[in-house]
Structures are given as C-alpha cells and as structure tokens.
C-alpha cells in the first residue's frame, strides 16, 4: 500500500555531485523515521544517513561532512545530497521508511534502488 519511489541516481565524474529523491506515496498519515541505504556489489547493505520527523539526522562515519539529508513532511519526500563523491561511493541506493498508514505502523519499507556511479 505504500510505495517509495526514488530518482536522481547517475553517472558522475569523482569529486562531482548528485541529489538523490524518494518519494512515498499511499494511504500514509505519518511518517517517523526515513532513510538512504547503499549496497555495493559484493558487500552489505549499509547505512548512509537517517533523518526523523522533527529532523534529528545520523551519518554514517563516511559520509559525514560531504552528503546532507533532509525531508519534505509535506511531500513525503526525502532527499540526499551528496556532494565530492568518490569512487567507493559507487552503489545502490535504497530509500527506507518507516510509516503509519491505514495499515498501522510498519518499519522499514524500501524502494526499488537507484544506481550511482561514480567514475572518470
């Protein structure tokens, strides 16, 4: 019943930037917790950047300093910039989301994934 879509996912040169966008959509009255995940091949999924409804965010040691997380409550959108990207950057990025729908309270809905590569 609740769907994330995410966009912004390319092809940028090392020390480039991308936005990343996810969207929620369905029968949602709120949203808690949203979040980026990435996954490279060969490795786990792990955490990028976590951002709550009153805009408390946490980083991964990584990224801290170069991506920025932030939401639209209205939109039900989050949104990752990432800003000097470097090649192990280079994955797949998740959007998750924990929501109260008509469904009740459910953690952890994913998107599909966007491809971010990072290369010369």
């Known amino acids: 019943q609740v769907q994330l879509v995410e966009s912004g996912g390319g092809l940028v040169q090392p020390g480039g930037s991308l936005r990343l966008s996810c969207a929620a959509s369905g029968s949602i009255f709120r949203i808690n917790r949203m979040g980026w995940y990435r996954q490279a091949p060969g490795n786990e999924r792990e955490l990028v950047a976590v951002?709550?409804?009153?805009?408390?965010?946490i980083y991964a040691d990584s990224v801290k300093s170069r991506f920025t997380i932030s939401r639209d409550n209205a939109k039900n959108t989050v949104y990752l910039q990432m800003n000097t990207l470097k090649p192990e950057d280079a994955a797949v990025y998740y959007c998750?989301?924990?929501?109260?729908?008509?469904?009740?309270?459910?953690?952890?809905?994913w998107g599909q994934g966007t491809q971010v590569t990072v290369s010369s």
């Open positions: 951002i709550i409804s009153g805009g408390s965010t």
């Open positions: 998750n989301a924990d929501v109260w729908s008509l469904n009740g309270y459910t953690r952890g809905y």
